[in-house]
């Protein structure tokens, strides 16, 4: 079956530096990702979406580069912030008839000030 | 924006009892979710439903019912609750699509004791 996963379970950045989030998925079939924050006792919020027929999405001081060649996502996150610190999840949907994400584990991300 | 709220945030039950979590959306989503979140093991998905009285079974229903009324609320039910179901509880929406995002709810933490 399909996987979702994150090379690197937690990350730790200085404020003002960027941040890059890694994730890995397995099913080649996959058309839609999403990353998701969630911050400590909430649920999870929407950041970013990409599409299988693209590569690269920007939103603010957020961007998506999906790699389809090696199966890998990424999350850049400019100039990162002390509110940037959340647990990161990215989400594939493999196109199947039944709206199913798989969700990753998620990343901890950090930010020292 | 999209709000999805969550009857409760924080319950405690006692293992037997029969528990009811509320999930409603206010964006006139089709399809609407249950999720557990657990540590270690991320969101698994319970059950959903993509219209009224629908519903199917995600990767762990055991245990569980739902139930869709109406098309705004979706009901999570635990006919006999046991420690093992102790877990945060999200519902989440979106439009019918396969590429459409789906919106988080504050969640539920739930307590067996």
Redesign the interface.
Known sequence: GESVGLHLPTLSVQEGDNSIINCAYSNSAS??F?W?KQES??????II?I?SNMDKRQGQRVTVLLNKTVKHLSLQIAATQPGDSAVY?CAE?S???????T????TLLTVNP | DVKVTQSSRYLVKRTGEKVFLECVQDMDHENMFWYRQDPGLGLRLIYFSYDVKMKEKGDIPEGYSVSREKKERFSLILESASTNQTSMYLCASSLPSLTDTQYFGPGTRLTVL
């Open positions: 058309d839609y999403i998701y006792g909430k649920g999870p919020q929407f979406d599409r999840f949907n196109g199947g008839s039944n709206y199913k994400l969700f990753g584990k998620g």
